[in-house]
């Protein structure tokens, strides 16, 4: 028996962690697979889901999608898998596994294995919960290839409920992921085509995260404009490069993962490093698909206002982790009182109330930072809502000493 000559000799290339064989995967074959979704920009109808899938669809790059369901996040996978199966001789493939914790091992695996491909999958709350084992590992990693987008949900037993609020991204902020909040369904089929650029940028290298609140978002039809495959490859062509480390098929990852403190620490200040590259260039990408398709790409924050509130201003933060201290500390420092409103149950100020307030605490007249919470479990944040805390924000400014921290709904504190 003979083995076959490679008709193409494998480049090696050594780097810090293992050898790199770049001709061991042929990506431009995988890239002319693709079978276009879209070949011309055109405007849809969908909700929150088909929106998140029909952007990793059309990524070239994305040809394996493992899974899970879980409400309010299934019929993400149920559209991935009907349009593959439209397919049954295309190059993608749909892994559905036995709980998610195995969706986070095989994604881990396989992005491991080609760090040039992406592999998304979408779950929610308990979902997410049940991957921690492997989430909080993957922060290290360097897997910017990792995809896991989060439909909001609430809680994830008792009291059961599906509607969307963030308590479960936000209790996995310490997983590593870069965290992008996502409001509507143009806003969702953006975020998820850009995430990619930013997590396998060869400076950051982190596992992204966006989400979105499910049932209001994952379920609700809406109008949105979808680009042409050709488009969104030109586009994340630019900023995804050749990953630098080897990956388990095309090169020789030696090093090992275990280690003992004196390493540990320096896993951990890369990791640090790479994350914090996040705030240069994530507004570069979001410029770049600004410029390219003519709506606002990644930002720190949404365009949100009150034109008319009379010094009354709203800024809404798309970006969660890492946080965006040194942006918001300049969107602020000329404000007097700032009201902070929480999403997600937290038992002190809250999630976000706390990173406003270490944002601004440096300011040599810091403003004062009150908190709030309204719209938990998904309840709607009716205008007689917004008036009752918009009200103590004013009473703050006038000197006034307000309850801090309090529940609103239907104009009251609870």
């Known amino acids: 028996m003979t083995t076959p000559e490679l008709t193409v000799p494998l480049l090696r290339i050594q780097t810090r962690s293992g050898e790199r064989y770049d001709s061991a995967i042929d990506l431009e074959r ?16 969908a909700d929150g889901n088909t929106a998140a899938a029909i952007a990793t669809l059309q990524m070239w790059r994305a040809v394996i999608y493992p899974g899970f369901p879980i409400t309010p996040s299934t019929k993400w996978i149920e559209t991935v898998a009907a349009h593959v199966a439209a397919q049954p001789d295309g190059i993608k493939r749909v892994k559905l596994l036995e709980a998610e914790h195995a969706v986070a091992d095989y994604m881990a695996g396989a992005a491991a294995a080609c760090r040039d491909l992406v592999f998304p999958t979408a779950t929610s709350s308990v979902g997410l919960d049940h991957m921690t084992e492997t989430t909080r590992s993957l922060g290290a990693s360097g897997l910017g290839n990792v995809m896991i987008i989060d439909v909001y949900r609430a809680t994830a037993n008792y009291p059961l409920c599906i509607e969307g609020d963030p308590s479960d991204t936000l209790a996995h902020r310490d997983d590593g992921f870069i965290q992008i909040a996502a409001r509507g369904k143009q806003q969702i089929y953006d975020t998820v085509l850009q995430a990619p650029c930013l997590g396998m940028h060869p400076d950051v290298m982190t596992p992204t995260m966006p989400g979105y609140y499910g049932i209001k978002d994952s379920h609700r039809n809406a109008r949105l404009t979808v680009e042409a495959d050709s488009a969104i490859h030109a586009f994340q062509d630019r900023w995804i490069r050749p990953c630098p480390l080897p990956g388990l098929i095309n090169g ?3 090093f090992g ?15 640090k490093r790479r994350m914090e590259k996040v705030f240069e260039v994530l507004p570069a990408i979001g410029g770049d698909f600004e410029r390219t398709f003519g709506r606002p790409g990644l930002a720190f924050f949404d365009a949100a206002g009150w034109p008319e509130s009379g010094g009354v201003d709203l800024a809404v933060v798309s970006m969660l982790t890492p946080f965006p201290s040194a942006a918001v ?5 000329r404000a007097r009182a700032v009201l902070v409103v929480n ?43 917004w008036e009752a805390m918009l009200d103590v924000g004013r009473r703050a400014l006038a000197g006034e000493d307000v309850a801090d921290g309090r529940i609103y709904h239907e104009g009251a504190a609870l």
């Open 343 to 385: 999403q997600a149950h937290h038992m002190g100020r809250g999630h976000l109330t706390l990173d406003v307030a270490d944002a601004l605490g440096n300011l040599p007249s810091a403003p004062r930072v009150l908190s709030a919470f309204a719209g938990l479990g998904g309840a709607d944040v009716s205008e007689s809502t």
């Open 252 to 254: 020789d990852t030696a």
């Open 30 to 45: 995988v890239r002319a697979a693709h079978r276009p979704l879209h070949t011309a920009r055109t405007e849809v109808t």
């Open 329 to 333: 500390r300049e969107k602020l420092r």
């Open 257 to 271: 993962n275990c280690v003992t403190s004196r390493f540990f620490q320096g896993f951990k200040l890369e990791q």
